[in-house]
């Protein structure tokens, strides 16, 4: 999964001919891979809900027109502009819609990003937790899984259990990790990835 470092200071332009490239080269070799997309091409300022999902739609584009799937970032345009989980839920099934091929979700929580504050319409993430899930069973073919980094594993896994069956969740590796040694942590992020049924690729991608 490349998500193009969206954020930590590559512009958009930079960022989607990273993208471009990564899915030519993986390409070449035989291999796929999903591309951050997300809203970073406005300009500084307010921006209305159409221009922020216009702004999806164009990366969504950009990256299936080279051949790739996308992930769809956490938008701090988005989350400047929404009201409710309602325009959440409008901008997303928009996007996923749109999309020929199914997507990846992206939550970041506000410990890597407080600008992202009352992502999903909500300060309570048991309310953005509910969010998630309503969006994921109402477009449950069109969502290959949802990458989540809150650092809280009891949500994590509440939104895992949730999640409609074949939607992968893949939490943050940091919060599920007990107190143990460095060499121990290594080898249970070894394993889980390699083995967990919340990992996003037990589901292939689909052309």
Avoid: N
């Amino acid at each position: 999964m490349d998500t193009a470092q969206r954020g930590m200071g590559l512009d958009a332009a930079t960022a989607l001919e990273l993208g471009r490239r990564t899915v030519r080269e993986a390409a070449s070799c035989g291999g796929r891979v999903v591309v951050g997309i997300a809203t970073d091409q406005l300009p500084a300022g307010p921006a209305t809900l159409s221009e922020i999902a216009d702004a999806y739609l164009e990366q969504l584009e950009q990256i299936e027109s080279a051949g790739g799937s996308v992930v769809i970032m956490a938008s701090r345009q988005l989350a400047r502009a929404a009201t409710s989980a309602d325009d959440y839920l409008a901008i997303y099934g928009r996007v996923i819609e749109a999309a020929s091929r199914p997507v990846i979700l992206h939550w970041l929580g506000t410990m890597f990003d407080p600008q992202l504050t009352g992502y999903w319409g909500s300060d309570d993430l048991d309310a953005a937790v509910d969010t998630v899930v309503t969006l994921a069973h109402a477009h449950a073919d069109a969502i290959l899984g949802i990458k989540v980094s809150l650092l809280d594993a009891g949500r994590e896994g509440d939104l895992r259990r949730r999640l409609p069956g074949g939607c992968g969740c893949s939490p943050a590796m940091i919060s599920t990790m007990p107190s143990s040694s460095p060499a121990t942590r290594a080898v249970i992020a070894t394993r889980f990835w390699a083995h967990s049924r919340s990992y996003l690729g037990t589901r292939p991608l689909r052309s």
